[in-house]
């Protein structure tokens, strides 16, 4: 299971937290911090995992931002690693080759994104046609409203 | 395409990105914080696109980190607007902002409850991601029923069930009691034959979850999982979506392959076990290349997906443990991985091998890449790897290769990444006991762990430092020595004074007829270390002062001395200075015999279990494993069995897990078989001890539960049982008071009606609550069937003897076994034994006067059963052949294997 997904730059911003267990504000806070500043002292060669505490930290970085996962120690490191790039996949395909300001912008479609991918800590959608399938459908609900939602029944999304 | 609305939104944030300082950026925030407060209290009203824009701005500067204290009632007000965005804003609120214990949770699930039954698709969505957000116990009692209904349900879309699945996860994570989903087990297996890849992929997610809380349940999920996993891998039927870089449903995959390892090899029906060895081929021939790194045509992504079902599939093969082919294969592919160019391969790698090396058939198969794997411990630049190496070579570790993995992993410790050297230490002081060979080997291993690695040392290492060395009689003046040699560096560690200064204090007097180390250099040697280290090390210096003042007449009066300095009798340290005036009372008493008395070299230590194990074991459970699978958990049970120092200390009735613990007593039980009283389980916090007589077919047992604990037990309840056969035995368990406060001893009776024979011991179950955490102990009660033996009234004669013995004739009724005495044979002391099982012996019936022969009656409600006997030892081979003839074949067999496990 990912128990929490964080983006942050080069510069250690944090751009985007994602927590699927309960955590306190405090305690999410402290972790965030430590984990930027670990990952950022990691050199190029170094493998893309890293073991912290009782959870593994899948984490990646595209252009200048970081993406990490931290999932359980017997999930899979490998397909988390895929999972992140296929998140970046995504955000490059909605947003037309993806950039931090995108994401600081529209943060919040950011979050919609990653909902359609990850559930609850788990992979709700593989498929990159299904899920920008649902979130594009969102979005054409948004800008038409009714009538958006004639169409959409027409094209059978809905 | 993203929307260019809320422009409001997007100058506020490039505001704050364009600002020059964080004191600027805070002017800003605080601004645009009374700009919303103002419109929110405003009395005419937002529209729902302003209430949407400003929700928006809050979430953006929490996320920036800064307290937002209002807004959340007009957040939640967004929940049930008509408009899909203001929705949608509105639930991305409740999930960044809000947790379960929010007073407006219950406004936010009665949202969540209305779209939940929508017609419209799109808000049942948003308010199933609400769920799985958010999750949380008051959400699950409210929601649980509606989100089982929509995962089951034929008129749910694919889109509703996937997410049906996981909001169900969630919930089920967080209020397993709430959800009830056992009704509904086979409709939800059933999903996974769905020809949506989505839903079978959560489906998938949900039953990992539910299946590793209860196997038993959903064993059915076997076949279908092993089916679809099949027609995945080998028919490569998957819808085009799903394919990822050519490799059809890699997710999906790896998430059935996890799926199996809760469960046993699928023995039945075989094309299920063909299916999956088959799976598994497939997933480990797929990633050929893999020396010279990929060609730069093929994308990482194919093999990292290709390697990640590779690995998982090991992970299965590890589980099952049954294919030595399969295994011995893998092992030969990770050696390949551990050269490959990619720094991710080699720790993946070295992660599958200490798998691996828990197994029973691939442990040799590991052990051929020890070199490798030392030089990645010597090599590799990551530390992460390094740690993953150090775990190999612990794993592969055995009394051959021992020296050289120490001295390597010592090695390695001076450049150890800060959080792993203690672990490191632990397992190097396991390693050299375990495998030890020569002690004075031991001896300088150990110590020179200690001064390398001081800080990391953990008190339980140098006590079972010295605990050994006080065993080993041939290993203490070595001791004494080289402890003396490295206490004489001036700056050596805390922990190493400690040991020496025990050392010198029980085995200094090996060693003092060398002018090198005389009494009076020891002396100056301890002193010298004195003033530098804490309090405890300084209690423990002062008993080795005056050890030494015992041994060594010659410099009693100097230690007097010292003692009496006012620094001792009137420190500040209540137990320096309890200490300092006993031994200046001891030493001045006139009684000569007192003194040798009190500081006699210390016993041995009974042969105490080392505790490293279990420290080793809290360090790496230091928070719960939820989600650890069959596999992880065997692999540290295995290593505890091979070790064979399962100690039933180690099980501490204090687990760290907050989830229930169940535990046995088997290390405890296997004495009862020959006495009636005893301790049936015992840990530092509790202990149970029993008293049991036996009547004819009746018996009496009265349990005793001692808490030694400093907090009450409380919720004490107890249920008696007989596995397998519920009705062999009648059982009697008088209620016992809920509560045990500390320090108390309750007392418990049970009896027990012998009905019929039977084979397993029957099982107490207490439950109990100890410091919040909830524990169960599985404990089988000394009640076998030998108890309820009596003798003949009237003592047999050689040919009533051969009489009995021929009318039961052979087989069934007669069993023979033939075993290897586990102890020298002493007749006299296997007379006693035989007796002491229940059957009385008879003399002068055998010709031989060393066989024993025996005859009794097994006393139960519905029979009584006759039973002859005859041992015969054979002192040479070290061998004893018991032969049993009872009336019934079933007793036969019972009695001969409780004879069997017990001599």
């Given at each position: 299971m990912i128990q929490f997904v964080l983006m942050f730059s080069r510069q250690g911003k944090l751009r985007m937290q994602k927590w699927y267990g309960a955590a306190s504000q405090k305690e999410k806070k402290k972790v965030t911090r430590e984990l930027i500043t670990l990952i950022l002292a990691r050199k190029t060669k170094m493998s893309n995992f890293l073991e912290w505490k009782d959870m593994k930290i899948v984490y990646k970085r595209y252009a200048s931002l970081y993406f990490a996962f931290a999932v359980g120690n017997d999930d899979n490191e490998l397909m988390a690693l895929e999972l992140i790039h296929r998140y970046v996949e995504l955000l490059d395909k909605y947003f037309g080759s993806v950039c931090e300001l995108d994401i600081i912008f529209n943060f919040d479609k950011a979050y919609y994104i990653l909902d359609e991918l990850l559930l609850g800590g788990e992979v709700q959608e593989s498929s990159k046609k299904a899920v920008l399938r649902a979130v594009t459908s969102h979005d054409i609900l948004e800008e038409h409203g009714e009538a958006g939602r004639a169409a959409l029944e027409d094209i059978g999304v809905l | 395409m993203g929307k260019e609305d809320m422009r409001g939104l997007s100058h506020f944030i490039a505001d704050i990105r364009a600002s020059k300082s964080k004191e600027a950026e805070l002017k800003r925030i605080n601004k645009e914080l009374a700009n919303i407060r103002a419109k929110f209290g405003d009395k005419k009203g937002l529209t729902g696109y302003q209430k949407k824009k400003y929700v928006c701005k809050l979430i953006f500067m929490f996320l920036l980190g800064h307290e937002v204290e209002f807004g959340h009632m007009e957040a939640v007000n967004l929940l049930s607007s008509l408009h899909y965005s203001e929705k949608q804003m509105g639930y991305l609120f409740a999930s960044v902002m809000l947790n379960e214990q929010h007073d407006l949770m219950r406004l936010v699930i009665q949202a969540i409850k209305t779209d939940l039954s929508s017609r419209n698709e799109l808000n049942v969505s948003l308010a199933l991601h609400c769920i799985s957000n958010i999750g949380g116990k008051e959400t699950a009692s409210e929601v649980a029923t509606l989100v089982q209904r929509l995962l089951v349900a034929d008129e749910s879309p694919n889109t509703v069930k996937k997410k049906a699945a996981l909001a169900m996860l969630r919930l089920f994570r967080e209020a397993p009691e709430q959800v009830a989903i056992a009704e509904y087990t086979p409709r939800v297996i059933q999903l996974l034959t769905s020809p949506d890849t989505g839903v079978v992929t959560s489906t998938a997610s949900l039953l990992t979850a539910l299946a590793s809380a209860n196997p038993d349940e959903y064993r059915s999920c076997v076949a279908v999982a092993i089916n679809k996993l099949h027609r995945i891998v080998l028919a490569r039927s998957e819808q085009e979506d799903y394919i990822y870089y050519s490799v059809p449903a890699p997710w999906l995959t790896v998430k059935l392959l996890r799926l199996l390892q809760l469960f046993p090899f699928p023995g039945q029906p075989t094309c299920c076990s063909r299916h999956v060895y088959v799976c598994v081929c497939v997933c480990l021939s797929v990633c050929l290349p893999v020396c010279d790194g990929r060609p730069t045509r093929v994308r990482i992504q194919y093999f990292n997906v290709n390697h990640a079902c590779m690995f998982e599939a090991m992970n299965l093969i590890a589980h099952y443990d049954n294919n030595a082919d399969l295994q011995i294969k893998a092992c030969t592919l990770l050696g390949d991985f551990l050269i490959h160019k990619e720094t991710n391969m080699r720790f993946l790698a070295l992660e599958s091998l200490s798998v691996m090396a828990t197994t029973e058939y691939s442990h040799e198969a590991v052990k051929r890449h020890k070199s490798s794997v030392i030089r990645a411990l010597k090599h590799e630049s990551d530390p992460t790897v390094q740690r993953r190496a150090a775990d190999v070579l612990y794993?592969?570790?055995?009394?051959?290769?021992?020296?050289?993995?120490?001295?390597?992993?010592?090695n390695f410790l001076?450049?150890?990444?800060?959080?792993?050297?203690?672990?490191?230490?632990?397992?190097?002081?396991?390693?050299?006991?375990?495998?030890?060979k020569d002690y004075s080997w031991y001896v300088d291993v150990m110590l020179r762990l200690i001064r390398r690695a001081g800080d990391h040392v953990a008190p339980e290492v140098w006590y079972r430092v010295i605990q050994v060395i006080v065993n080993r009689q041939d290993v203490q003046d070595y001791a004494a020595k080289t402890c003396f040699e490295a206490l004489l560096d001036p700056a050596v560690h805390e922990a190493m004074v400690n040991v020496g200064g025990y050392v010198l204090g029980e085995f200094g007097h090996l060693i003092a007829n060398d002018p090198n180390s005389s009494p009076v250099k020891q002396l100056e040697v301890i002193q010298m270390h004195y003033p530098m280290v804490s309090a405890s090390t300084r209690a423990l210096l002062l008993s080795t002062y005056v050890k030494l003042a015992n041994l060594f007449p010659e410099i009693k009066s100097h230690v007097l001395q010292v003692l009496k300095t006012s620094h001792f009798l009137k420190n500040a340290d209540a137990e320096?200075?309890?200490?300092?005036?006993?031994?200046?009372?001891?030493?001045?008493?006139?009684?000569t015999d007192v003194v040798p008395a009190v500081l006699e070299e210390m016993p041995p230590f009974s042969d105490a279990q080392t505790t490293l194990l279990q420290r080793l074991e809290t360090k790496r459970t230091t928070v719960t494993e939820k989600t650890g699978t069959l596999a992880a958990r065997k692999r540290q049970e295995g290593k505890k069995i091979e070790l064979g120092e399962v100690s039933a200390a180690a099980h501490s009735a204090v687990p760290a897990k907050s989830e229930t613990t169940v535990i046995n007593n088997d290390p405890f039980f296997d004495k009862f078989t020959l006495v009636n009283d005893g301790v049936l389980y015992e840990?530092?916090?509790l202990q149970i001890g029993v008293k049991s007589e036996f009547h004819g077919n009746l018996g009496r047992l009265t349990v005793f539960y001692g808490n030694r604990g400093d907090a009450p037990m409380t919720?004490?309840?107890?249920?008696?049982?007989?596995?397998?056969?519920?009705?062999?035995?009648?059982?009697?368990?008088?209620?016992?008071?809920?509560t045990i406060p500390p320090g108390v001893q309750l007392q418990q009776q049970i009896n027990v009606e012998c009905v019929t024979y039977f084979s397993d011991a029957p099982v107490l179950e207490v439950s109990l609550k100890y410091q919040g955490r909830a524990v169960v102990l599985a404990l089988k009660l000394p009640v076998m069937l030998n108890k309820f033996i009596?003798?003949?009234?009237?003592?047999?004669?050689?040919?009533?003897?051969?009489?009995?013995?021929?009318?039961?004739?052979?087989?069934p009724r007669e069993v023979r076994q033939i075993i290897k005495a586990k102890e020298p044979i002493v007749l006299d002391q296997l007379h006693e034994k035989v007796v002491s099982f229940g059957l009385p012996t008879m003399p002068d019936i055998d010709p031989k006067p060393q066989n024993l022969v025996c005859a009794g009656i097994i006393?139960?409600?519905?029979?009584?059963?006759?039973?002859?006997?005859?041992?015969?030892?054979?002192?040479?081979?070290?061998?004893?052949?018991?032969?049993?003839?009872?009336s019934v074949d079933a007793a036969s067999v019972i009695v001969s294997n409780l004879l069997v496990s017990n001599f």
């Amino acid at each position: 299971m990912i128990q929490f997904v964080l983006m942050f730059s080069r510069q250690g911003k944090l751009r985007m937290q994602k927590w699927y267990g309960a955590a306190s504000q405090k305690e999410k806070k402290k972790v965030t911090r430590e984990l930027i500043t670990l990952i950022l002292a990691r050199k190029t060669k170094m493998s893309n995992f890293l073991e912290w505490k009782d959870m593994k930290i899948v984490y990646k970085r595209y252009a200048s931002l970081y993406f990490a996962f931290a999932v359980g120690n017997d999930d899979n490191e490998l397909m988390a690693l895929e999972l992140i790039h296929r998140y970046v996949e995504l955000l490059d395909k909605y947003f037309g080759s993806v950039c931090e300001l995108d994401i600081i912008f529209n943060f919040d479609k950011a979050y919609y994104i990653l909902d359609e991918l990850l559930l609850g800590g788990e992979v709700q959608e593989s498929s990159k046609k299904a899920v920008l399938r649902a979130v594009t459908s969102h979005d054409i609900l948004e800008e038409h409203g009714e009538a958006g939602r004639a169409a959409l029944e027409d094209i059978g999304v809905l | 395409m993203g929307k260019e609305d809320m422009r409001g939104l997007s100058h506020f944030i490039a505001d704050i990105r364009a600002s020059k300082s964080k004191e600027a950026e805070l002017k800003r925030i605080n601004k645009e914080l009374a700009n919303i407060r103002a419109k929110f209290g405003d009395k005419k009203g937002l529209t729902g696109y302003q209430k949407k824009k400003y929700v928006c701005k809050l979430i953006f500067m929490f996320l920036l980190g800064h307290e937002v204290e209002f807004g959340h009632m007009e957040a939640v007000n967004l929940l049930s607007s008509l408009h899909y965005s203001e929705k949608q804003m509105g639930y991305l609120f409740a999930s960044v902002m809000l947790n379960e214990q929010h007073d407006l949770m219950r406004l936010v699930i009665q949202a969540i409850k209305t779209d939940l039954s929508s017609r419209n698709e799109l808000n049942v969505s948003l308010a199933l991601h609400c769920i799985s957000n958010i999750g949380g116990k008051e959400t699950a009692s409210e929601v649980a029923t509606l989100v089982q209904r929509l995962l089951v349900a034929d008129e749910s879309p694919n889109t509703v069930k996937k997410k049906a699945a996981l909001a169900m996860l969630r919930l089920f994570r967080e209020a397993p009691e709430q959800v009830a989903i056992a009704e509904y087990t086979p409709r939800v297996i059933q999903l996974l034959t769905s020809p949506d890849t989505g839903v079978v992929t959560s489906t998938a997610s949900l039953l990992t979850a539910l299946a590793s809380a209860n196997p038993d349940e959903y064993r059915s999920c076997v076949a279908v999982a092993i089916n679809k996993l099949h027609r995945i891998v080998l028919a490569r039927s998957e819808q085009e979506d799903y394919i990822y870089y050519s490799v059809p449903a890699p997710w999906l995959t790896v998430k059935l392959l996890r799926l199996l390892q809760l469960f046993p090899f699928p023995g039945q029906p075989t094309c299920c076990s063909r299916h999956v060895y088959v799976c598994v081929c497939v997933c480990l021939s797929v990633c050929l290349p893999v020396c010279d790194g990929r060609p730069t045509r093929v994308r990482i992504q194919y093999f990292n997906v290709n390697h990640a079902c590779m690995f998982e599939a090991m992970n299965l093969i590890a589980h099952y443990d049954n294919n030595a082919d399969l295994q011995i294969k893998a092992c030969t592919l990770l050696g390949d991985f551990l050269i490959h160019k990619e720094t991710n391969m080699r720790f993946l790698a070295l992660e599958s091998l200490s798998v691996m090396a828990t197994t029973e058939y691939s442990h040799e198969a590991v052990k051929r890449h020890k070199s490798s794997v030392i030089r990645a411990l010597k090599h590799e630049s990551d530390p992460t790897v390094q740690r993953r190496a150090a775990d190999v070579l612990y794993a592969l570790c055995d009394s051959e290769a021992v020296e050289r993995v120490v001295d390597e992993l010592l090695n390695f410790l001076d450049h150890a990444d800060y959080s792993v050297r203690e672990e490191l230490v632990l397992k190097i002081a396991i390693l050299a006991e375990r495998f030890v060979k020569d002690y004075s080997w031991y001896v300088d291993v150990m110590l020179r762990l200690i001064r390398r690695a001081g800080d990391h040392v953990a008190p339980e290492v140098w006590y079972r430092v010295i605990q050994v060395i006080v065993n080993r009689q041939d290993v203490q003046d070595y001791a004494a020595k080289t402890c003396f040699e490295a206490l004489l560096d001036p700056a050596v560690h805390e922990a190493m004074v400690n040991v020496g200064g025990y050392v010198l204090g029980e085995f200094g007097h090996l060693i003092a007829n060398d002018p090198n180390s005389s009494p009076v250099k020891q002396l100056e040697v301890i002193q010298m270390h004195y003033p530098m280290v804490s309090a405890s090390t300084r209690a423990l210096l002062l008993s080795t002062y005056v050890k030494l003042a015992n041994l060594f007449p010659e410099i009693k009066s100097h230690v007097l001395q010292v003692l009496k300095t006012s620094h001792f009798l009137k420190n500040a340290d209540a137990e320096l200075q309890q200490r300092a005036n006993e031994y200046v009372h001891l030493l001045q008493t006139s009684n000569t015999d007192v003194v040798p008395a009190v500081l006699e070299e210390m016993p041995p230590f009974s042969d105490a279990q080392t505790t490293l194990l279990q420290r080793l074991e809290t360090k790496r459970t230091t928070v719960t494993e939820k989600t650890g699978t069959l596999a992880a958990r065997k692999r540290q049970e295995g290593k505890k069995i091979e070790l064979g120092e399962v100690s039933a200390a180690a099980h501490s009735a204090v687990p760290a897990k907050s989830e229930t613990t169940v535990i046995n007593n088997d290390p405890f039980f296997d004495k009862f078989t020959l006495v009636n009283d005893g301790v049936l389980y015992e840990n530092p916090v509790l202990q149970i001890g029993v008293k049991s007589e036996f009547h004819g077919n009746l018996g009496r047992l009265t349990v005793f539960y001692g808490n030694r604990g400093d907090a009450p037990m409380t919720g004490v309840t107890t249920r008696a049982f007989v596995p397998n056969a519920p009705d062999a035995l009648s059982i009697d368990a008088r209620p016992i008071d809920a509560t045990i406060p500390p320090g108390v001893q309750l007392q418990q009776q049970i009896n027990v009606e012998c009905v019929t024979y039977f084979s397993d011991a029957p099982v107490l179950e207490v439950s109990l609550k100890y410091q919040g955490r909830a524990v169960v102990l599985a404990l089988k009660l000394p009640v076998m069937l030998n108890k309820f033996i009596e003798p003949l009234t009237a003592p047999m004669d050689a040919p009533t003897f051969f009489k009995k013995w021929n009318q039961l004739g052979g087989p069934p009724r007669e069993v023979r076994q033939i075993i290897k005495a586990k102890e020298p044979i002493v007749l006299d002391q296997l007379h006693e034994k035989v007796v002491s099982f229940g059957l009385p012996t008879m003399p002068d019936i055998d010709p031989k006067p060393q066989n024993l022969v025996c005859a009794g009656i097994i006393h139960t409600t519905n029979a009584q059963i006759g039973t002859l006997l005859r041992v015969e030892p054979n002192v040479e081979a070290q061998m004893i052949r018991f032969t049993v003839r009872a009336s019934v074949d079933a007793a036969s067999v019972i009695v001969s294997n409780l004879l069997v496990s017990n001599f």
